[in-house]
């Protein structure tokens, strides 16, 4: 099996860099390649035709030139109410969009990240199945931490795979 988990500390890269919007190829990439982190950071939300898409907010807010701008909770797409490829039709400002999950995965297993992946307890039992299939296919599995809200929604993780490191927030 194929493991990158650090035994001394994991520095993850979040929003901290501001580069790049959060939870776009483009923020992963330029992470993985011009800093030193050993992990990068997405959150993960299903569409309404069950794909997994990254993204931090449960909807995106458009200012008036239809870019993605600062989330507005009472003036916001909900993620899961479109689908991917609405999603992946959004962008922000300077032309980057949000991404799929397996896009995310691929950058981590490319540049040798593990992916730190946070799961709204509200999703967590649509997403554990479409989840394990991304990590399982792009061979992330044991170099993957899930970071739930809930020590429940840990609990749900573990009765579906005992490889997969969790964390609980």
Known sequence: CWNILPYERLNIAYSSIGR?????????????????????KADVRPTSDGELVCCHDAGVTFAGNGKITTYDSSNATLIHDVTAATVLGYSFPAGEHPCLVGDYLDVCRTHGKVAFITIRNEYMDVVIPKLLEELR???????????????????SWR???????????
């Open 159 to 169: 009765q579906r795979d005992t490889d997969v490191m969790i964390n609980y927030t």
């Open 137 to 155: 296919a792009h061979n992330m599995t044991y170099s993957t931490i899930i970071n739930g809200m809930t020590y429940e929604s840990l609990v």
């Open 20 to 40: 790049k919007p959060i939870n776009t190829v483009e923020h992963f990439t330029d992470a993985a390649e011009n800093y030193e982190y050993n992990a990068l």
